[in-house]
């Protein structure tokens, strides 16, 4: 039951957070912070939280994630093919290398191994993501001022959700 609701919890964001993707707060000093990195950035915890039942859940919640993320963005929310195929790519780049990091870290502590993994897959997935979604239609200062924004805000907003209460498993993660 909880695999479940842990499951649906790292699908729902990642959905959330392609539904806010071209939406932007413009930060006072530099940078415009994606609404959709909001939600964006709990799904990297989410799925290091999924590693408590395994790579195979891991995985699960992966696919589920683009799966439905591609059939809402497509015939509900009529998403444009290019934010889709972004999504798609960065998605599937930045969580597959953030499942492989987390899994080599595996000796270290749970809180030690989200930062690690999110450290270098947020920058990988908001670079991914803003080159492919913006190139040839924002300028390079906005697309810096996007990634600049994104990696930062995903950063303190996963980090926090990494500390609340409940959400590292009591377990160590499985290895497999």
């Avoid at 695999?3 to 000093?29: C, E, H, K, Q, Y």
């Avoid at 939280?49 to 509900?76: D, E, P």
């Avoid at 979604?133 to 994104?150: K, N, P, R, T, V």
């Amino acid at each position: 039951m909880l695999r479940l609701l842990w499951l649906s919890a790292f699908v729902g964001a990642v959905l959330l957070a392609n539904l806010f993707l071209d939406t932007f707060i413009r930060l006072p000093w530099f940078g415009l912070f994606s609404v959709g990195s909001i939600f964006f950035a709990a799904v990297f915890t989410l799925r290091n939280r999924l590693h408590s039942y395994g790579l195979h859940t891991v995985y699960l919640g992966i696919a589920l994630a683009l799966l439905v993320n591609m059939a809402y963005g497509k015939w509900v929310a009529n998403i444009s093919p290019r934010f889709l195929m972004a999504s798609f790519c960065a998605i599937l780049l930045s969580e597959l290398s953030s499942t492989a990091l987390f899994q080599h870290l595996r000796q270290w502590h749970w809180h030690k191994r989200v930062l690690g993994s999110n450290v270098i897959c947020i920058p990988l997935d908001s670079t991914a993501f803003t080159l492919l979604a913006f190139a040839g239609s924002l300028s390079l200062y906005d697309m810096s001022q996007i990634i600049y924004a994104d990696v930062l805000g995903k950063l303190v907003i996963a980090t926090a959700i990494a500390y609340i209460p409940g959400i590292a498993p009591r377990t160590a993660t499985p290895v497999l």
